[in-house]
């Protein structure tokens, strides 16, 4: 049996480029590739899209990244895939809770006043 790589080579390997949907444990993420395909009967253009399982072995993508995945040989029951490349990382706010005294802090009502100088009065003569 031969192969059609040369031992030193690796064969060309499918790539695709999707967005991570979900961060399923340890390594692992699922990245949905959408694409658009012509109903079979109407011809009318629908949106479609696939959910790959991706091995992600620094844990380096979060949900929303743009990323290039690579086939790859079963790394386990239902990954097939693996993180080539970081495209576009997630324009994401890191997500801090407000309690109600940080915005009473924040926003002036009648009892705290937004400028407290003392006003020195004139003594009437």
Same mark, same amino acid.
């Given at each position: 049996?031969?192969?059609? $790589?040369?031992?030193?080579?690796?064969?060309?390997?499918?790539?695709?480029?999707?967005?991570?949907?979900?961060?399923?444990?340890? %390594?692992?993420?699922?990245?949905?590739?959408?694409? %658009?395909?012509?109903?079979?009967?109407?011809?009318?253009?629908?949106?479609?899209?696939?959910?790959?399982?991706?091995?992600?072995?620094?844990?380096?993508?979060?949900?929303?990244?743009?990323?290039?995945?690579?086939?790859? !040989?079963?790394?386990? !029951?239902?990954? !097939?895939? !693996?993180?080539?490349a970081?495209?576009?990382?997630?324009?994401?706010?890191?997500a801090?809770?407000?309690?109600?005294?940080?915005?009473? $802090?924040?926003?002036?009502?009648?009892?705290? %006043?937004?400028?407290?100088?003392?006003?020195?009065? $004139?003594? %009437? $003569?």
């Open positions: 049996m031969s192969s059609t $790589a040369t031992p030193g080579q690796r064969s060309a390997r499918r790539t695709q480029i999707g967005f991570v949907s979900s961060r399923s444990g340890d %390594k692992s993420v699922k990245v949905t590739v959408a694409y %658009k395909k012509p109903h079979p009967l109407y011809q009318k253009v629908v949106n479609r899209q696939t959910v790959l399982h991706v091995h992600d072995e620094q844990n380096e993508t979060k949900v929303g990244d743009k990323v290039e995945v690579m086939e790859t !040989r079963p790394l386990s !029951r239902l990954k !097939r895939w !693996r993180v080539v970081i495209v576009q990382k997630a324009v994401t706010t890191d801090v809770a407000i309690s109600e005294t940080d915005v009473a $802090a924040t926003v002036p009502t009648k009892t705290t %006043k937004a400028n407290p100088a003392p006003a020195e009065s $004139a003594p %009437k $003569a």
